[in-house]
């Protein structure tokens, strides 16, 4: 187990960017040599900022790529690793959307998200081809599609995830979470776990460990620095390695990823985090990403693995689509067809997902997936795009509420 990321969410505001950098950077230098004093590693230092359309950015939408530039530079400068500007939404100037690739072209390591679906507004139609448009935008940005890492189409999500696309900040005073790697917990649990029974107990205690040890630091660093601890998500997220596989130890269960049995193996493991005494933000959920999980990454390669399937397992309370390595020329319609489905079982389960899906540059469906210089992602193959949308209701621009199930 490790932290993936300590996220610290503030307000920024391009007249006081130096000083407000400067005070995030001090709290996250010390928090990080805190975790490291107790023996926990930490990944990554992150930032997390109101929605972007709201920065009072004087230059508007045409301005916000010289300032996500400024931002990367200035948070390089701070010793701070990545910034997420937050998401926008379907009551902001429609040109926020448009300046998001040119935002990912001018600052590598900077994030951005779309508000695609949420219980005020529902869904968006034309907001969701928007967003599907931009998708297939930001796949161009580099030649090898990897861009699309950087932004994500949520539903659902309020503010106060430490995972990156989705994390932003709510306005007010600064508060910060901790992003959870550790599917290594779900490896371990249920390596020789006699019964489905056994193997909940086993994680659930290593989840409750790790959690108090977590926590325990958490409340000492809120504590001297005056500042509000937003929680853990314990998401279980994994590294490439069978080690850290959330996949492979949902296969250890006894079924196999694509398979019949799956959905009781993820079952089991929402069981157990749910079972342990955890301060909770963001998804707290199974996070499988495909380009980040060996298993995940080996079975879509496969064609055991597909996109239907890990939408599925979103319904359990996973974090949606994550990482998915789709066809270069996939169109809007197709792009736009899974946003609303993503969509819909956010809003229907009331429940947060995001969706990152990633276009690769002159691939196609079966091609391989393989980025060397990468560390974070495993090889694969590209997954095959679904039918899109073909006109009928869902073809227009209208807004509809997706209601809650009782």
Do not use: W
Request: proline share 7%; net charge negative; aromatic share 6%.
């Amino acid at each position: 187990m490790k932290i993936r990321a300590i996220t610290i969410f503030i307000d920024l505001f391009p007249a006081d960017i130096e000083t407000s950098l400067a005070r995030a950077a001090t709290f996250l230098h010390a928090a990080n040599y805190s975790y490291q004093q107790a023996g926990i590693a930490v990944q990554s230092r992150r930032i997390a900022t109101q929605p972007f359309p709201r920065m009072r950015n004087p230059h508007g939408p045409a301005g916000m790529p010289d300032l996500a530039a400024r931002l990367r530079e200035e948070c390089t400068a701070y010793g701070i690793d990545y910034i997420a500007l937050g998401p926008v939404g379907a009551g902001d100037d429609p040109d926020y959307v448009d300046a998001i690739p040119d935002m990912l072209r001018a600052a590598s390591g900077v994030f951005a998200s779309i508000i695609v679906a949420s219980a005020r507004q529902g869904i968006d139609l034309g907001l969701l081809r928007h967003s599907a448009e931009t998708i297939r935008a930001v796949s161009t940005v580099t030649p090898d599609g990897l861009s699309n890492l950087y932004l994500a189409a949520i539903a659902n999500c309020g503010p106060g995830s430490p995972f990156f696309p989705a994390a932003y900040h709510g306005g007010g005073a600064a508060r910060f979470a901790l992003a959870i790697e550790a599917a290594d917990l779900a490896v371990l649990a249920f390596q020789g776990a006699a019964s489905p029974e056994e193997a909940v107990q086993r994680l659930s205690r290593l989840v409750q460990e790790s959690a108090d040890q977590l926590t325990s630091v958490a409340h000492e660093l809120a504590s001297e620095h005056s500042i509000v601890f937003g929680g853990l998500d314990f998401s279980l997220a994994p590294y490439p390695g069978e080690g850290s596989s959330l996949g492979a130890a949902l296969e250890s269960l006894g079924v196999r990823l694509g398979g019949a049995g799956m959905v009781a193996a993820a079952s089991l493991v929402m069981n157990a985090i749910e079972a342990a005494n955890v301060p909770r933000c963001g998804f707290s959920g199974l996070m499988l990403p495909v380009l980040e999980d060996t298993l995940l990454g080996q079975r879509a390669a496969e064609g055991a693995l597909h996109l239907n399937d890990l939408l599925l397992y979103s319904a359990l309370c996973g974090t949606g689509l994550d990482c998915i390595p789709l066809p270069g020329d996939i169109g809007a319609d197709a792009l736009a067809a899974i946003l609303l489905d993503v969509a819909a079982l956010a809003l229907r389960l009331n429940k947060p997902l995001t969706a990152r899906l990633m276009p690769l540059p002159g691939k196609v469906a079966g091609d391989a997936v393989i980025f060397p210089a990468f560390e974070y992602f495993v090889p694969s193959r590209v997954m095959a795009a679904p039918a899109g949308i073909v006109g009928g209701v869902f073809g227009g621009s209208s807004t509809f509420k997706v209601v809650p199930r009782l």
